[in-house]
């Protein structure tokens, strides 16, 4: 992280300007829309970063590089559909608050674009999305295949689990891998990536062959569109927000 890469003006406002007490409904919604924009800045940053200073291994080669590269970037891809999930559910839950006068004089100053990819994002998140061709469709596929919980995922991920260790054929399947090094630095447990990356990888990729090398490929075809998609959901959450501060400026 370097200082250069962040050099944007400061602006300020009177912190009451933007929520003016514990009863304004539009105001809280908007505070946590600015943590959602920024939690996705952050993993978008993180995952930039990530690729720009480690190069992808040579995956013929066993090692803890190749595990710990793997593993990574397919929490990258599993933290964002996360979010994404949260954020449909966030919505959801404020559906009455979208056709007030205050919050759609918010969104009539957006830019039409992004205020048609936030109808999509809300019929996502309602599920009733009818553009198989928009943002939000494409984003609710994501969160309904790949966001993953704990405590619903266990048999699924025991299922992943042998179908990735049965297939002698495939690379690393040979051995349930891991690192025990005394640190967490030096310490993986690269048999349960490889059983989340197989539970992604079925999930990901509706024709889903178990052809190691193809799916692969459909599975980061798939990283890379759904990095796109949300810097796009992200701009759209930046043009609300932005909106939302000029307007409580000209109260």
Known sequence: MAEEDFMAAIKKVAPLRLVESDKDDLGAFFLVLAV????????????????????PPKEEIISAYLGEYNGMTSQHFKIIAGVVNEFFIFLKAHEELFHTPQFQLVLLKVPKPAREDWHDLLD????????????????????????????????ELVRSYHDFFSD???????????????????????????????????????????????????YRALQTETYALVRKMNMVLANLLRQFVHIRLER
């Open 168 to 218: 002698k054929t495939r690379f690393g399947a040979d051995h349930a891998y891991y690192s025990d090094g005394g640190t967490i630095q030096d310490t993986r447990f690269y048999y349960a990536d490889a059983a989340i990356q197989q539970y992604m990888l079925k999930t990901a990729n509706k024709e889903y062959k178990k052809d190691f090398i193809k799916d692969v490929v459909a």
């Open 36 to 55: 959602i924009y920024n939690d996705i800045k952050g993993l978008i940053y993180l995952i930039k970063y990530f690729n720009k200073f480690n190069n």
């Open 124 to 155: 996502a998140a309602f599920e009733r999305t009818t553009n198989r061709n928009g943002l939000g469709n494409k984003l609710m596929l994501i969160r309904n295949n790949i966001a993953f919980h704990y405590d619903q995922s266990e048999k």
